[in-house]
């Protein structure tokens, strides 16, 4: 399957919405430039992340973590995710399905409680099951 790629601009237009729907005062400014065009260029090597599941995770986690915007980072991951499933013709459903369930685990790794392998179950469960499988829920308990 061929992938389709965000874009800088377009993942910085999709910031700024989250900040203007957050009805707060927050900067929608960048603060790692830089690293935020890294991270969308390495999600494009498929030698590094060769299946979808592995591209979303990385996006995700890194926004989350990283902390590369100067104001809502974890909402950003979320809304990033779900950009790209978009952009790779997910259903309506999973999209937002995926926007639902994110809230909790883009925390628990912007608060180091999950890791990014514990991340990328999560997420495929979401995308491919629309809920997280119990063998998943039993790696998160395990981890925190």
Known sequence: MSCVYIEYDDLLEKHHKV???????????????EAIRSTLDFIRDDSFYPLFEDKITHLVFTIAIRQDFLAANKRTAIIAGAY????????????????QQMENPVLWVATRQIDKMILWHIIHDLIHDLEISEHTKLLIATYQ
């Open 19 to 33: 900040i203007l729907e957050s009805d707060n005062t927050e900067d929608p400014g960048v603060r790692h430039p």
């Open 84 to 99: 790209f499933l978009e952009l790779n013709s997910y259903s309506q459903a999973v999209v937002g399905n995926f926007i």
